[in-house]
Nanobody, 121 residues
Framework: QVQLVESGGGVVQPGGSLTLSCAASGSIFSINAMGWYRQAPGKERELVAAITRRGSTNYGDSVKGRATISRDNAKNTRYLQMNRLQPDDTAVYYC???????????????WGQGTLVTVSS
């Protein structure tokens, strides 16, 4: 089994910054791709940022220039740093990883439980 644990959410003032973490544990052979998504109340889930195994990154239009996705392969952890946060950034943030399992090398898509980010004064 593979589990993702997100952390770093909370209440942030407009204009502030935060860094979310997503740590994977379990029988992982490799992390092939990883993405951060968010879902605000009454809205569809949207891509915030993604990073491939090779390190290529992609950002949603609403966060371009304000978000940075990064990784620590030794820790099987991915990060999302967001700056200049605004109330519209308020949402539950989820991480998703596409992994290959150890031994079987079966591919698996895994989602985290989500972490709430509230941008408010």
């Amino acid at each position: 089994q593979v589990q993702l644990v997100e952390s770093g959410g909370g209440v942030v003032q407009p204009g502030g910054s935060l860094t979310l973490s997503c740590a994977a544990s379990g029988s992982i052979f490799s992390i092939n791709a990883m993405g951060w998504y968010r879902q605000a109340p009454g809205k569809e889930r949207e891509l915030v940022a993604a990073i491939t195994r090779r390190g290529s990154t992609n950002y949603g239009d609403s966060v371009k220039g304000r978000a940075t996705i990064s990784r620590d392969n030794a820790k099987n952890t991915r990060y999302l740093q967001m700056n200049r946060l605004q109330p519209d950034d308020t949402a539950v943030y989820y991480c998703k990883m596409d992994v290959s399992l150890a031994i079987t090398h079966r591919d698996l898509e895994v989602w985290g439980q989500g972490t709430l980010v509230t941008v408010s004064s």
